[in-house]
């Protein structure tokens, strides 16, 4: 087997041995979709119609938790150290730990976003663009998130770089999806916001693993 | 590319190499060759250079001057194949303190295609057997060391699938009966056509084809 395969494969082993690690970000999608009616207005029609945005916002803030230890073990432990010197191709690499990140994050708050909207009040016409445009935008969102967490992987605490480096990256993406999710809601197309969050999707699927692995190299070129 | 005794060429030349930091000369004017049967110890005081050198000649390390060849080619264009031939370990385990023995070893030797029974046989050569299913957290800093190790017990016979070792500090941690059988693998490989680049405080005796580079000595 490739190491990369190897690597994707141990990395959802450690996920199942350690559940908290993506389990908090989840409890924390799910606390501010939770907490949002009681601060607000709980008046059902303008919580159906900000429910998108808050959705959204409340799925980019809790992925940004889960990316500050997406390759820190692995500088700290030598993993890193070990695909360098195993001569195969970082690109694949950081396509795999960014897909392996989509699959404990993403995935699951594009899972478990209908309950939220059932919560919000959203329209019924809307949970299509809510589920697709998450479960193409996530995606992105980890992919983004890989150069962020590649860069600031050497970083004592990088989580506030971190955020500080890859928020106005993920602010394009917001804007299309949650623009998506609105105008679904108010029965008009959503079609073409989608078709730029896939443009933005197959961009970043090209050209974040050439970031992530001269990235990486930098971190251990000392 | 074979050899005459059926063993893979191995053939890495360094050449007028030069490397400071911190505006402190590491080592200058410095020619390194390693073929079959070597044995290179890298000696020297704290802070020498020996793991800047080690991760210079496994490739890792790309801010030097002077030029590094694997078997006639610069180090930049053989490096996937050169790749493939070492073994590098570094003084970080890359040992996943939530895994198995087994899980990690299945890791560190992916680009080898083993057995799983292989593995166990190696993991046995460390004496972890009764260990295979702890988590490596439950284990002595020694012992994850010795899964690391692991790696050096999967060719018994021969040179293995990496002929060239580079071992930084291979020795940290173990007890005397781990170092004994550290060095018996060592003289073992080099015996069957391996080499090994190796930094060590450590006086590694009766291994004949031993060469010493004190790097103390030439700064």
């Known amino acids: ?222 | 590319m074979t050899a005459d005794t059926g063993q893979p060429i191995i053939d890495l030349k360094a050449q007028a190499l030069f490397c400071e930091r911190d505006d402190r000369v590491l080592f200058q004017q410095l020619d390194v060759q390693v073929g079959n049967g070597d044995l290179l110890q890298l000696a020297g005081p704290n802070g020498a250079g020996k793991t800047t050198l080690l991760r210079l000649l496994a490739g890792l390390n790309h801010d030097y001057q002077g030029d590094v060849f694997w078997c006639g080619q610069p180090m930049a264009k053989a490096y996937p194949d050169y790749a493939a031939q070492r073994l590098y370990m570094g003084h970080l385990s890359a040992v996943k303190k939530a895994l198995t023995p087994i899980e990690n070893l299945r890791w560190l030797t992916a680009a080898w295609c083993m057995s799983d029974e292989q593995l166990w046989q190696a993991l046995d050569a460390v004496e972890l057997y009764g260990y295979e299913e702890t988590p490596c957290q439950q284990l002595s800093a020694g012992q994850q060391r010795r899964v690391g190790l692991a790696r050096l017990a999967l060719a018994p016979q021969g040179t293995g699938p990496a002929p060239l070792w580079i071992l930084d500090e291979p020795f940290t941690a173990l007890d005397k009966a781990g170092v004994a059988w550290v060095e018996q693998r060592l003289q073992q490989h080099v015996e069957s056509g391996g080499a090994v680049i190796i930094t060590s405080h450590h006086a590694l005796e009766g291994i004949a084809s031993l060469r010493q580079l004190d790097l103390g000595a030439q700064a």
């Open chain 1, 1 to 222: 087997m490739s190491l990369v395969g190897a690597t994707v494969k141990r990395d959802f082993l450690l996920a199942a041995r350690n559940p908290g690690e993506w389990l908090n970000p989840l409890m924390f999608f799910l606390m501010v979709a939770a907490l949002f009616p009681l601060a607000v207005d709980p008046d059902p029609k303008f919580l159906g119609k900000i429910a998108g945005g808050v959705i959204w916002v409340a799925a980019l803030l809790a992925t940004l938790l889960s990316l500050d230890a997406l390759f820190k073990a692995d500088v700290e432990d030598g993993s890193l150290e070990q695909w360098l010197a195993s001569g195969e191709s970082l690109y694949a690499m950081a396509l795999g730990k960014a897909l392996v990140h989509w699959c404990i994050s993403g995935l699951p708050l594009t899972l478990m976003a209908p309950v939220l909207g059932l919560m919000l009040n959203l329209p019924q016409s809307a949970y299509v663009a809510l589920i697709a445009s998450l479960a193409i935008g996530t995606p992105v969102l980890s992919l983004l998130g890989a150069v962020g967490a590649a860069l600031t992987a050497g970083v004592r605490s990088g989580g506030l770089l971190l955020s500080l480096l890859i928020l106005p990256l993920y602010i394009p993406v917001l804007i299309f999806a949650a623009s998506s999710v609105y105008h679904a809601g108010i029965g008009m197309a959503y079609n073409g916001q989608l078709g730029f969050l896939g443009a933005i999707l197959a961009l970043s699927m090209c050209l974040t693993p050439f970031a992530v692995s001269a990235a990486l190299k930098l971190n251990l070129s000392r």
